[in-house]
């Protein structure tokens, strides 16, 4: 085993916000919906949407990271991807359990297994993205409807934008299940905290 730094610190920093920002959107999303009444419908709201700004802006910031420093290559995949993602499925539903060797190894230059990339790059480009633009759609309908949209729309799209939500709580309990499978229950949350992580030789 040895300690390679993976993550820097805008990384880190990136990562711990994006995870406040979506726990307080769901928190306040759920809460809007009626589920539980925690601080008011009122206050719920209003800090949902504040917090949507915020996701927006963090998206931003993390795309200009990316791009200029070249870090976007972290989701790039060579050869053939599908074969790649099918090893990395069978590994966490067989090879696990079975203590098999990960099928990709960790380092400076890739951190990101093939599934990770795929699953990673839909949510940055796709998942939040049309979540984002639903849940303002959502937000300025009344204005919208006054530019001449179909206010028979209000009710799908509600309903898109719940749907999502569903999915990201889905994707944030496999996220943190996943945090699990490292060499140690802990190691892969402790590398995210401080930048440097145990990979094999």
Request: net charge neutral; no cysteine; aromatic share 18%.
């Amino acid at each position: 085993m040895k300690k390679i730094y993976l993550y820097a610190r805008f990384q880190r920093f990136w990562h711990w916000t994006q995870f406040l920002i979506i726990s307080i959107l769901l928190l306040t999303g759920l809460e809007v919906h009626g589920l539980y009444n925690l601080m008011g419908y009122e206050n719920a709201f209003r800090i949902h949407n504040l917090s949507g700004w915020g996701l927006l802006g963090l998206i931003f910031i993390a795309f200009f990271w990316y791009i200029t420093t070249g870090d976007f290559r972290q989701y790039l995949t060579e050869g053939n991807l599908v074969e790649k993602i099918w090893m990395q499925v069978r590994y966490y539903m067989i090879g696990i359990f079975k203590h098999e060797p990960h099928p990709f190894k960790k380092n400076e230059i890739s951190r990101l297994n093939p599934l990770q990339r795929i699953t990673y790059l839909m949510l940055t480009l796709v998942g939040l993205p049309s979540q984002i633009i639903f849940g303002f759609i959502y937000f300025y309908f009344n204005e919208l409807v006054a530019f001449g949209m179909n206010p028979a729309w209000m009710e799908p799209i509600a309903l898109i934008h719940t749907l999502l939500a569903y999915l990201l709580i889905a994707f944030v309990i496999m996220h943190v299940y996943m945090t699990t499978t490292g060499h140690t229950l802990t190691s892969n949350i402790r590398a995210m905290i401080t930048g440097w992580e145990e990979v094999d030789e």
